[in-house]
């Protein structure tokens, strides 16, 4: 037996990672590449938009024991000849400290890694890209950073170190050498013409603005998120030559 991938295994099939989630295989999560996507329970933003409440709300998920390791890291390990990567995301992947043991075992496996982020948690991003853990970070950033736009956009757990941290991860993105993406989520009654420049201005970083998805959100939306139409117009007229700028 290959005693350094036995305990590598072991640090997936014996973790305590909150699994609230998982896709067998995906060919839209992660670009150019054939995933499987596992989700994380819990979440320290309360975004209004969020379309995962079941990993975010304890309430939601309280009772419901998480997906046991061994059927999802023994479903990896099998097929891992189908994958290229696995996709952590959540919920906020990086609020467990089981995280970077955990990764380490899918590496062992052959299979990248990509990770989803709302930034929050900059000394995890710095530990994960120091030791080489993570092949794409795709970071939130929901907002412009000013504390009041972020805290009614994600709720009254933003605090103005959040702010501060976020844009410690979004600087470690850009200096990390790790392929990296920005995205922003639209919303009309959250996001002015003015912040989506300043947005758009923030990063020299791949950056993707997206449309909402409202079929199903954390809070009711009295509205929906502007059409793929008015992003696309709104880009080009504010922006026409930004190249990393991009509608998904
Ligand atoms: S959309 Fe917001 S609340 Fe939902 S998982 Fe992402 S950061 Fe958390």
């Not at 976020?166 to 919303?187: F, K, M, N, Q």
């Not at 300043?198 to 909402?212: K, Y």
């Amino acid at each position: 037996m290959n005693v350094g991938k036995k305990y590598h295994t072991d640090a997936i099939t014996q973790s305590r990672l909150p699994i609230g989630g998982f896709l067998k295989q995906s060919f839209n999560d992660y670009p150019g590449k054939v995933s499987a996507v596992v989700f994380t329970r819990g979440c320290n933003f309360r975004c209004v938009y969020c379309h995962n409440p079941e990993l975010v709300l304890p309430k939601l998920f309280a009772g419901k024991d998480p997906l046991s390791h061994e059927s999802v890291a023994g479903w990896i390990s099998l097929n891992r000849a189908l994958l290229d990567a696995v996709v952590i995301t959540g919920g906020e992947p990086t609020l467990h400290t089981e995280l970077p043991a955990w990764i380490a075992g899918i590496k062992a496996l052959g299979l990248e890694v990509k990770l989803d982020t709302n930034g929050t948690n900059p000394g995890m991003l710095e530990r994960l890209i120091g030791e080489k853990l993570v092949d794409y970070i795709a970071m939130d950033l929901k907002t412009v950073l000013d504390y009041r736009k972020y805290a009614a956009l994600c709720g009254n757990c933003v605090t103005g170190q959040t702010i501060e941290d976020i844009r410690r991860s979004l600087i470690l993105l850009h200096d990390s050498g790790v392929s990296c993406e920005v995205r922003t989520t639209l919303l009309v009654s959250h996001h002015s013409c003015d912040d989506v420049l300043e947005l758009v201005r923030s990063t020299a970083l791949p950056f993707f603005l997206q449309e909402c998805n409202t079929a199903k959100t954390l809070c009711a939306l009295a509205e929906k998120g502007p059409v793929r139409q008015e992003i696309a117009e709104l880009l080009e007229t504010i922006e026409p030559n930004r190249s990393n700028v991009c509608l998904r």
